[in-house]
C-alpha cells in the first residue's frame, strides 16, 4: 500500500503560480512512474504531466512550457510548478503512482484560476 497525499492548491488569478506537493509514502525509486493528472467538472481525467524513476519528465501539450514536474528524492516528494496559470487550468490535481501493476491515487487537491 502506498499512500499519497497533495497539498498546494489554492485561487490564483489568470498569469499566477502554484506548486503542488505530492508526498509518497514510499521511496519514489521504487514507484516506476508518478505523475499529476487533473479533472475538471463534466470532463474526463487527464494526465498533466509524469516522471520515470529515472527522472525523465513528460508533460501533456496543453501545459508544456508552463508546468514542470520534477522531484525530492530524500523527501520522497513530487512537485508540480505551474507558471502562467489560464482559466482552463482549473481542475481538481490528483497525484498518482504506479508501483508493479498497482495505481495509487491521493486525495485531489482543486485548483481554480480566476480570469
Known amino acids: 500500500q502506498v499512500q499519497l497525499v497533495e497539498s498546494g492548491g489554492g485561487l490564483v488569478q489568470a498569469g499566477g503560480s502554484l506548486r503542488l506537493s505530492c508526498a509518497a509514502s514510499?521511496?519514489?525509486?521504487?514507484?516506476?512512474?508518478m505523475a499529476w493528472y487533473r479533472q475538471a467538472p463534466g470532463k474526463q481525467r487527464e494526465l498533466v504531466a509524469s516522471?520515470?524513476?529515472?527522472?525523465?519528465?513528460n508533460y501533456a501539450d496543453s501545459v508544456k512550457g508552463r508546468f514542470t514536474i520534477d522531484r525530492n528524492i530524500v523527501e520522497n516528494t513530487v512537485f508540480l510548478q505551474m507558471n502562467s496559470l489560464k482559466p482552463e487550468d482549473t481542475a481538481v490535481y490528483l497525484c498518482?503512482?504506479?508501483?508493479?501493476?498497482?495505481?495509487?491515487w491521493g486525495q485531489g487537491t482543486q485548483v481554480t484560476v480566476s480570469s
Open positions: 514510499l521511496s519514489v525509486f521504487r514507484i516506476n512512474v
Open positions: 516522471i520515470g524513476w529515472t527522472g525523465t519528465p
Open positions: 498518482n503512482g504506479q508501483v508493479g501493476v498497482s495505481d495509487y
